[in-house]
């Protein structure tokens, strides 16, 4: 049976709505400090991260197999949003899913990661001015 009324994402490009929260979960880090902090979104994951882990007292060290997880809690008005730090071959079996880095590019209209999501993190006072990366020349050699 054929039904033209049904849409079809051949090519998943609707946008990802699961979301995740490791709360209380098995495989969040067990270690010394605390494994779900509050940070303010810097517009670039490895920024965030830097600050999960100055906030929650672990090394990037100790925190080996581990990586920092968005919830998908973000405050527009603040840039506050919580991170767990969970390990990352369960993070990686989410996915898909949309944090508050998601929710971040999708209030901005940015992608995150960007210079143009840095800005808006800038423009709001939650992060110092990002450098613009000067994109490489190519040698350009004539014969």
Known sequence: MFDNNVEVDIFGLHSITKTVDF??????YQGLGKNTVKIVLTGHR?????????ESGISKTDAIG?????????NPETG?????LIRT???QNSLPHKGSAGQF?????????SYEAKMKA??????EKPR????KKKDCKHK
């Open 105 to 113: 590019a999708d209030y901005f209209g940015v992608e995150y990661d």
């Open 46 to 54: 490895d920024s965030d991260f830097t600050r999960a882990f100055r």
């Open 89 to 91: 071959t369960t993070h």
């Open 80 to 84: 506050e949003s919580t991170m767990q």
């Open 132 to 135: 613009q990366t000067k994109k």
């Open 122 to 127: 800038f423009e709001q006072g939650w992060r």
């Open 23 to 28: 709360t209380n979960h098995p495989d969040l």
């Open 66 to 74: 581990y990586t920092w997880h968005h919830v998908a809690d973000f």
